[in-house]
């Protein structure tokens, strides 16, 4: 068990949709990460925040987004949903936002768009 | 930006033989993170790598940093059906952002 908590573990919806995904990372860590993965395209980061504030940005849609809250926990929402978001979001927590932190991850959200 | 490339995408090999999966960077990393992710599980840390050269063990695993920092590689000796999951590396762009290769996955044939 790595600390992190996703929540829920399978999420299935329709095409047009609009889905929350939540995070709440290991007692302690100030920053969240979000990774999305699907068979073809690996591990691709979305976002990240620090303590509250987001820090970096990957290859999120505009169609997504996200926020940290005081209490540290994360959330995802992906909007207007397409076929293709299907796959697994993790949520990932680190202590601090360095370069040499290492990642814990949760078990993820497998989200299946029909 | 940065890219960083892992080969082989799949290797089968049967117990006992070794493994080895390489990750090359486009650019020079600060440093390279190693993760396993078994079979419908989560990644999990293996290691850091952080110098240039630099060598680590873990029991049957092996792990090298290039001396150019902008490769690595992972080497299982005597490969165990536990050993079996997709292994990635991972190193830091812009400092913010920690990019993961493609993986490879390892099935391990009894």
Redesign the interface.
Same mark, same amino acid.
């Not at chain 2, 599980?41 to 840390?45: D, I, K, M, Q, S």
């Not at chain 2, 812009?94 to 993986?103: D, I, M, N, P, V």
């Given at each position: 068990d790595s600390g992190v908590t996703q929540t829920p573990k399978h999420l299935i919806t329709a095409t047009g949709q609009r889905v929350t995904l939540r995070c709440s990372p290991r007692s302690g860590d100030l920053s969240v990460y979000w990774y999305q993965q699907s068979l073809d395209q690996g591990l691709q980061f979305l976002i990240q925040y620090y303590n509250g504030e987001e820090r970096a940005k990957g290859n999120i849609l505009e169609r997504f987004s996200a926020q940290q809250f005081p209490d540290l926990h994360s959330e995802l929402n992906l909007s207007s949903l397409e076929l293709g978001d299907s796959a697994l979001y993790f949520c990932a927590s680190s202590v601090t936002s360095g370069t040499n932190e290492k990642l814990f991850f949760g078990s993820g959200t497998q989200l299946s768009v029909l | 930006g940065q890219q960083v490339m892992q080969i082989p995408q799949y290797q089968h090999v049967q117990e006992g033989e070794d493994f080895t999966t390489y990750c090359n960077s486009s650019t020079t990393l600060?440093?390279i993170?190693w993760?396993k992710q078994r079979p419908g599980?989560?990644?999990?840390?293996l290691i850091?790598l952080?110098k240039s050269g630099e060598v680590k063990k873990q029991k049957r695993l092996t792990f090298q940093f290039g001396e150019a920092k902008k490769n690595s590689s992972l080497h299982i000796t005597a490969t165990q059906t536990t050993d079996v999951g997709t292994y990635?590396c991972a190193g @830091?762009r +812009?400092?913010?952002?920690?990019? @993961?290769? +493609?993986?490879t996955q390892l099935t391990v044939l009894p």
């Open positions: - | 600060s440093n993170q993760y599980g989560h990644p999990v840390f850091q952080v990635f @830091f +812009s400092a913010r952002q920690l990019t @993961f290769g +493609s993986g």
